[in-house]
Protein backbone atom coordinates (compact mmCIF):
# COMPACT_ATOMS: atom_id res chain seq x y z
CA UNK A 1 0.00 0.00 0.00
CA UNK A 2 1.25 3.51 -0.82
CA UNK A 3 1.68 5.80 2.19
CA UNK A 4 -1.44 7.74 1.56
CA UNK A 5 -3.50 4.14 1.10
CA UNK A 6 -2.38 3.20 4.56
CA UNK A 7 -3.35 6.46 6.09
CA UNK A 8 -6.57 6.48 4.58
CA UNK A 9 -7.15 2.74 5.91
CA UNK A 10 -6.23 4.20 9.56
CA UNK A 11 -8.48 6.70 9.67
CA UNK A 12 -11.44 4.92 8.42
CA UNK A 13 -10.91 2.37 11.51
CA UNK A 14 -11.17 5.38 13.52
CA UNK A 15 -7.60 5.98 14.80
CA UNK A 16 -5.78 9.34 14.16
CA UNK A 17 -3.61 9.81 11.49
CA UNK A 18 -0.31 9.03 13.59
CA UNK A 19 -1.49 5.87 14.05
CA UNK A 20 -0.46 5.01 10.69
CA UNK A 21 3.77 6.54 11.08
CA UNK A 22 3.50 4.26 14.18
CA UNK A 23 2.92 0.93 11.69
CA UNK A 24 5.40 2.35 9.10
CA UNK A 25 7.83 2.72 11.86
CA UNK A 26 7.61 -0.48 12.55
CA UNK A 27 7.43 -2.26 9.33
CA UNK A 28 10.13 0.09 7.68
CA UNK A 29 12.58 1.05 9.76
CA UNK A 30 12.70 -1.47 13.10
CA UNK A 31 11.64 -4.55 10.88
CA UNK A 32 9.05 -5.78 12.59
CA UNK A 33 6.75 -8.26 10.76
CA UNK A 34 4.54 -9.28 13.29
CA UNK A 35 1.74 -6.87 14.64
CA UNK A 36 2.34 -8.70 18.05
CA UNK A 37 5.71 -7.23 18.03
CA UNK A 38 4.99 -3.16 17.79
CA UNK A 39 4.64 -2.52 21.45
CA UNK A 40 3.49 1.04 21.57
CA UNK A 41 0.61 0.09 19.90
CA UNK A 42 -1.62 -1.02 22.12
CA UNK A 43 -3.23 -4.67 22.61
CA UNK A 44 -6.73 -3.21 20.40
CA UNK A 45 -4.96 -1.51 17.63
CA UNK A 46 -2.48 -4.36 17.08
CA UNK A 47 -5.79 -6.84 16.60
CA UNK A 48 -7.14 -3.92 14.71
CA UNK A 49 -4.43 -3.96 11.90
CA UNK A 50 -4.36 -7.75 12.25
CA UNK A 51 -7.46 -7.97 10.73
CA UNK A 52 -7.47 -5.42 8.33
CA UNK A 53 -3.79 -5.36 7.12
CA UNK A 54 -2.31 -8.20 5.41
CA UNK A 55 1.58 -8.45 6.39
CA UNK A 56 3.63 -10.81 4.29
CA UNK A 57 7.27 -11.47 2.92
CA UNK A 58 8.49 -13.34 0.17
CA UNK A 59 9.58 -16.54 2.05
CA UNK A 60 13.45 -17.53 1.67
CA UNK A 61 13.68 -20.93 -0.29
CA UNK A 62 17.18 -20.74 -0.66
CA UNK A 63 20.38 -18.62 0.31
CA UNK A 64 23.63 -19.11 -1.28
CA UNK A 65 26.64 -16.54 -0.81
CA UNK A 66 30.09 -15.81 -2.74
CA UNK A 67 33.08 -17.01 -1.14
CA UNK A 68 34.74 -14.49 -3.35
CA UNK A 69 33.09 -11.31 -2.60
CA UNK A 70 30.29 -11.83 -0.06
CA UNK A 71 27.54 -11.49 -2.69
CA UNK A 72 24.51 -13.35 -1.66
CA UNK A 73 21.67 -14.50 -3.90
CA UNK A 74 18.58 -15.48 -2.52
CA UNK A 75 15.76 -17.09 -3.60
CA UNK A 76 12.16 -16.38 -2.55
CA UNK A 77 8.77 -17.73 -2.88
CA UNK A 78 5.66 -16.25 -3.67
CA UNK A 79 2.09 -17.03 -2.00
CA UNK A 80 1.26 -18.91 -4.97
CA UNK A 81 4.35 -21.29 -4.98
CA UNK A 82 6.31 -18.86 -7.93
CA UNK A 83 9.42 -18.20 -7.09
CA UNK A 84 12.08 -14.95 -7.51
CA UNK A 85 15.51 -14.26 -7.19
CA UNK A 86 16.84 -11.10 -5.83
CA UNK A 87 20.25 -10.45 -4.81
CA UNK A 88 22.28 -8.83 -2.35
CA UNK A 89 25.76 -6.93 -3.21
CA UNK A 90 28.28 -5.29 -1.32
CA UNK A 91 30.31 -2.35 -2.02
CA UNK A 92 32.87 -0.49 -0.07
CA UNK A 93 30.85 0.75 3.12
CA UNK A 94 27.27 -0.26 1.41
CA UNK A 95 25.08 -2.79 0.17
CA UNK A 96 23.07 -2.41 -2.46
CA UNK A 97 19.35 -4.98 -3.49
CA UNK A 98 18.91 -6.34 -6.58
CA UNK A 99 15.15 -6.98 -7.09
CA UNK A 100 13.20 -8.56 -9.59
CA UNK A 101 9.78 -7.03 -11.41
CA UNK A 102 7.90 -10.15 -12.84
CA UNK A 103 8.73 -13.59 -12.67
CA UNK A 104 10.01 -14.85 -15.90
CA UNK A 105 10.31 -12.41 -18.55
CA UNK A 106 8.76 -12.46 -21.83
CA UNK A 107 11.73 -10.96 -23.83
CA UNK A 108 13.77 -13.44 -24.08
CA UNK A 109 17.09 -11.83 -24.63
CA UNK A 110 19.73 -14.31 -26.05
CA UNK A 111 22.27 -14.26 -23.29
CA UNK A 112 19.96 -13.94 -20.43
CA UNK A 113 18.81 -17.14 -17.79
CA UNK A 114 15.64 -15.67 -17.26
CA UNK A 115 14.41 -15.32 -20.65
CA UNK A 116 14.91 -18.93 -21.24
CA UNK A 117 12.20 -19.98 -18.43
CA UNK A 118 9.56 -17.99 -20.10
CA UNK A 119 7.39 -15.36 -18.84
CA UNK A 120 4.94 -16.14 -16.00
CA UNK A 121 3.47 -12.95 -14.32
CA UNK A 122 3.82 -9.45 -12.76
CA UNK A 123 5.02 -9.04 -9.38
CA UNK A 124 2.58 -6.82 -7.06
CA UNK A 125 3.51 -4.04 -5.55
CA UNK A 126 4.00 -5.69 -2.35
CA UNK A 127 6.04 -8.62 -3.91
CA UNK A 128 8.78 -5.63 -5.49
CA UNK A 129 9.00 -3.76 -1.91
CA UNK A 130 8.67 -6.94 -0.14
CA UNK A 131 12.19 -8.18 -1.12
CA UNK A 132 13.77 -4.88 -0.27
CA UNK A 133 12.30 -5.43 3.16
CA UNK A 134 12.75 -9.89 2.86
CA UNK A 135 16.57 -9.24 2.24
CA UNK A 136 16.84 -6.96 4.78
CA UNK A 137 15.51 -9.43 7.56
CA UNK A 138 17.48 -12.22 6.15
CA UNK A 139 20.52 -10.36 5.91
CA UNK A 140 20.64 -8.51 9.31
CA UNK A 141 22.03 -5.11 6.95
CA UNK A 142 20.31 -1.95 6.52
CA UNK A 143 19.96 -1.52 2.23
CA UNK A 144 20.59 1.80 1.18
CA UNK A 145 20.76 1.14 -2.55
CA UNK A 146 18.54 -0.48 -4.59
CA UNK A 147 18.67 -1.44 -8.33
CA UNK A 148 15.42 -2.83 -10.27
CA UNK A 149 18.20 -5.48 -12.33
CA UNK A 150 16.74 -8.31 -11.21
CA UNK A 151 13.98 -10.90 -12.91
CA UNK A 152 11.77 -9.30 -15.60
CA UNK A 153 11.61 -5.82 -17.07
CA UNK A 154 10.35 -3.22 -14.99
CA UNK A 155 8.49 -1.05 -17.76
CA UNK A 156 6.58 -3.64 -18.63
CA UNK A 157 5.14 -4.08 -14.98
CA UNK A 158 4.50 0.22 -15.25
CA UNK A 159 1.94 1.29 -12.65
CA UNK A 160 3.40 -1.75 -10.17
CA UNK A 161 7.00 -0.46 -10.63
CA UNK A 162 6.70 3.40 -10.45
CA UNK A 163 4.08 2.77 -6.73
CA UNK A 164 6.75 0.94 -5.58
CA UNK A 165 9.38 3.18 -6.08
CA UNK A 166 7.03 5.98 -4.75
CA UNK A 167 7.00 3.60 -1.62
CA UNK A 168 10.83 3.15 -1.38
CA UNK A 169 11.62 6.69 -1.34
CA UNK A 170 8.89 7.80 0.87
CA UNK A 171 10.45 9.22 4.18
CA UNK A 172 7.81 7.49 6.24
CA UNK A 173 8.77 4.62 4.48
CA UNK A 174 11.61 2.40 3.26
CA UNK A 175 13.12 6.36 2.77
CA UNK A 176 15.80 5.40 0.16
CA UNK A 177 17.16 8.15 -1.87
CA UNK A 178 16.45 8.90 -5.16
CA UNK A 179 19.66 9.09 -6.39
CA UNK A 180 20.24 5.37 -4.51
CA UNK A 181 17.72 3.73 -6.97
CA UNK A 182 18.22 2.48 -10.80
CA UNK A 183 15.60 0.88 -12.83
CA UNK A 184 17.39 -0.90 -15.51
CA UNK A 185 15.17 -1.63 -18.63
CA UNK A 186 15.74 -2.87 -21.75
CA UNK A 187 14.30 0.04 -23.81
CA UNK A 188 11.31 0.92 -24.36
CA UNK A 189 10.46 4.27 -26.19
CA UNK A 190 6.98 5.21 -24.75
CA UNK A 191 7.82 4.54 -21.27
CA UNK A 192 10.63 5.96 -20.90
CA UNK A 193 9.76 9.51 -21.68
CA UNK A 194 6.34 8.57 -19.42
CA UNK A 195 8.80 7.40 -16.29
CA UNK A 196 10.29 10.85 -17.11
CA UNK A 197 7.29 13.00 -16.35
CA UNK A 198 6.57 10.97 -12.95
CA UNK A 199 8.69 13.55 -10.84
CA UNK A 200 10.58 10.38 -9.45
CA UNK A 201 14.04 11.16 -11.00
CA UNK A 202 15.82 8.01 -10.18
CA UNK A 203 18.66 7.26 -12.14
CA UNK A 204 17.81 5.15 -15.56
CA UNK A 205 19.69 2.44 -17.00
CA UNK A 206 19.82 0.73 -20.48
CA UNK A 207 20.29 -2.30 -21.82
CA UNK A 208 22.03 -1.64 -24.77
CA UNK A 209 24.05 -3.68 -25.13
CA UNK A 210 25.48 -3.24 -28.94
CA UNK A 211 26.12 -0.12 -31.25
CA UNK A 212 24.16 -1.59 -34.26
CA UNK A 213 20.71 -2.73 -34.45
CA UNK A 214 21.84 -5.49 -36.48
CA UNK A 215 23.84 -6.77 -33.94
CA UNK A 216 21.26 -5.65 -30.60
CA UNK A 217 18.26 -8.22 -33.16
CA UNK A 218 20.46 -10.59 -32.02
CA UNK A 219 20.48 -10.26 -28.64
CA UNK A 220 17.71 -8.35 -27.72
CA UNK A 221 14.40 -9.47 -29.55
CA UNK A 222 12.66 -6.45 -29.06
CA UNK A 223 14.88 -4.37 -30.57
CA UNK A 224 13.14 -5.22 -34.11
CA UNK A 225 9.82 -2.96 -32.19
CA UNK A 226 12.17 -0.26 -30.80
CA UNK A 227 15.32 0.61 -32.80
CA UNK A 228 19.04 1.60 -31.05
CA UNK A 229 17.84 5.47 -32.14
CA UNK A 230 14.39 5.71 -31.21
CA UNK A 231 15.68 4.62 -27.51
CA UNK A 232 18.32 6.82 -27.36
CA UNK A 233 16.12 9.62 -28.28
CA UNK A 234 13.70 8.66 -25.42
CA UNK A 235 16.61 8.15 -23.36
CA UNK A 236 17.74 12.09 -24.28
CA UNK A 237 14.34 13.37 -23.25
CA UNK A 238 14.56 11.22 -19.49
CA UNK A 239 18.33 12.98 -18.59
CA UNK A 240 17.19 16.80 -20.10
CA UNK A 241 14.04 16.48 -17.86
CA UNK A 242 15.32 14.86 -14.83
CA UNK A 243 18.89 16.41 -15.11
CA UNK A 244 20.37 12.91 -14.44
CA UNK A 245 23.16 11.21 -16.33
CA UNK A 246 21.98 8.10 -18.24
CA UNK A 247 23.83 4.64 -17.52
CA UNK A 248 24.23 2.95 -20.98
CA UNK A 249 25.04 -1.07 -19.90
CA UNK A 250 27.16 -2.88 -22.17
CA UNK A 251 27.26 -6.31 -22.25
CA UNK A 252 30.65 -7.37 -23.70
CA UNK A 253 30.62 -10.43 -25.39
CA UNK A 254 33.85 -12.15 -27.36
CA UNK A 255 34.08 -11.80 -31.25
CA UNK A 256 30.52 -10.51 -31.04
CA UNK A 257 30.37 -6.97 -30.09
CA UNK A 258 33.90 -6.30 -28.34
CA UNK A 259 35.52 -5.01 -31.81
CA UNK A 260 37.25 -1.50 -31.81
CA UNK A 261 34.47 -0.62 -34.88
CA UNK A 262 31.75 -1.17 -31.54
CA UNK A 263 33.27 0.46 -29.54
CA UNK A 264 33.67 3.95 -32.27
CA UNK A 265 29.93 3.32 -33.46
CA UNK A 266 28.82 3.12 -29.42
CA UNK A 267 30.75 6.58 -28.73
CA UNK A 268 29.25 8.05 -31.74
CA UNK A 269 25.28 6.95 -30.94
CA UNK A 270 26.41 8.25 -27.27
CA UNK A 271 27.47 11.99 -28.12
CA UNK A 272 24.20 13.80 -27.66
CA UNK A 273 24.14 12.13 -24.37
CA UNK A 274 25.28 12.68 -21.39
CA UNK A 275 25.47 8.83 -20.47
CA UNK A 276 27.72 6.64 -18.51
CA UNK A 277 28.69 3.54 -20.02
CA UNK A 278 28.82 0.47 -17.73
CA UNK A 279 30.66 -2.16 -19.69
CA UNK A 280 29.47 -5.82 -18.09
CA UNK A 281 31.41 -8.88 -19.20
CA UNK A 282 29.02 -11.17 -20.13
CA UNK A 283 28.29 -14.02 -17.66
CA UNK A 284 28.16 -17.17 -19.83
CA UNK A 285 24.38 -18.96 -19.19
CA UNK A 286 24.27 -21.48 -21.94
CA UNK A 287 27.44 -22.00 -24.04
CA UNK A 288 27.19 -19.74 -26.76
CA UNK A 289 28.56 -16.38 -25.34
CA UNK A 290 32.03 -16.25 -24.00
CA UNK A 291 33.26 -12.94 -22.03
CA UNK A 292 36.27 -11.24 -24.00
CA UNK A 293 39.76 -10.97 -22.59
CA UNK A 294 40.61 -8.57 -20.33
CA UNK A 295 42.99 -7.05 -22.59
CA UNK A 296 40.21 -6.60 -24.94
CA UNK A 297 37.72 -5.14 -22.74
CA UNK A 298 40.15 -2.80 -21.14
CA UNK A 299 41.20 -1.65 -25.01
CA UNK A 300 36.95 -1.03 -25.54
CA UNK A 301 36.64 0.91 -22.61
CA UNK A 302 40.00 3.23 -23.52
CA UNK A 303 37.96 3.96 -26.75
CA UNK A 304 35.13 5.13 -25.10
CA UNK A 305 37.01 7.58 -22.77
CA UNK A 306 39.39 8.45 -25.88
CA UNK A 307 36.38 9.67 -27.67
CA UNK A 308 35.05 11.56 -24.85
CA UNK A 309 32.32 8.57 -23.23
CA UNK A 310 32.38 8.11 -19.91
CA UNK A 311 33.12 4.38 -18.97
CA UNK A 312 33.66 1.99 -16.39
CA UNK A 313 34.33 -1.74 -16.99
CA UNK A 314 32.17 -3.13 -14.10
CA UNK A 315 33.68 -6.25 -11.53
CA UNK A 316 31.94 -9.27 -12.24
CA UNK A 317 30.47 -10.53 -8.51
CA UNK A 318 28.52 -13.49 -7.42
CA UNK A 319 30.23 -15.73 -10.47
CA UNK A 320 30.64 -18.73 -8.33
CA UNK A 321 27.26 -18.80 -7.15
CA UNK A 322 25.00 -18.05 -10.45
CA UNK A 323 24.16 -14.81 -9.75
CA UNK A 324 23.30 -13.01 -12.89
CA UNK A 325 19.87 -12.46 -13.77
CA UNK A 326 17.75 -15.88 -13.55
CA UNK A 327 20.38 -18.19 -13.08
CA UNK A 328 19.55 -19.54 -9.78
CA UNK A 329 16.24 -20.03 -10.23
CA UNK A 330 16.43 -21.68 -13.78
CA UNK A 331 18.62 -24.47 -11.88
CA UNK A 332 16.42 -24.72 -8.91
CA UNK A 333 13.42 -25.29 -12.05
CA UNK A 334 15.48 -27.60 -14.05
CA UNK A 335 15.75 -29.64 -10.62
CA UNK A 336 11.97 -29.84 -9.86
CA UNK A 337 11.41 -30.85 -13.49
N1 LIG B 1 14.92 -6.17 -18.20
C1 LIG B 1 15.79 -5.19 -17.61
C2 LIG B 1 16.31 -5.55 -16.24
C3 LIG B 1 16.75 -6.97 -15.97
S1 LIG B 1 18.29 -7.49 -16.62
C4 LIG B 1 16.91 -4.87 -18.56
O1 LIG B 1 16.95 -5.43 -19.65
O2 LIG B 1 17.73 -4.01 -18.26
C5 LIG B 1 19.47 -6.57 -15.70
C6 LIG B 1 20.79 -6.46 -16.43
O3 LIG B 1 21.48 -7.73 -16.38
C7 LIG B 1 20.62 -6.10 -17.89
O4 LIG B 1 21.52 -5.11 -18.28
C8 LIG B 1 20.88 -7.41 -18.54
O5 LIG B 1 21.23 -7.23 -19.87
C9 LIG B 1 21.99 -8.00 -17.67
N2 LIG B 1 22.21 -9.44 -17.90
C10 LIG B 1 21.30 -10.39 -18.10
N3 LIG B 1 21.90 -11.59 -18.33
C11 LIG B 1 23.23 -11.36 -18.30
C12 LIG B 1 24.37 -12.20 -18.48
N4 LIG B 1 24.26 -13.49 -18.78
N5 LIG B 1 25.59 -11.63 -18.35
C13 LIG B 1 25.72 -10.31 -18.07
N6 LIG B 1 24.69 -9.49 -17.89
C14 LIG B 1 23.44 -10.00 -18.00
Redesign the pocket.
Known sequence: MSYEEVVDAVIKMGLEKYRADQLLDWIYKKRVFAFEGMTNLSREHRALFREKFVLRLPKLLEKKVSKIDKTTKFLYELEDGNTIESVLLFHEGYATACISTQVG?P?R?S???TGQSGFVRNLTVGEIVGQVLAIENDSKRNIRNVV???????FLNYDNVVKSLRILVHPKMKNVGVRRITV???GIPEKIVKFADEGLEVRL?I?L?AASNEKRDVLVPLNRKYSIEEILQAAKVYQEKTNRRVTI?Y?LIKEFNDFDEDARRLARALKDLKAFVNL?P????NGEFEKPSQWKMNRFKEILLENGIEAELRQEKGADIEA??GQLRLKNLRAKS
Do not use: K
Open positions: CLCFCAYMGMGEPSTVASHEIIVNPTAC
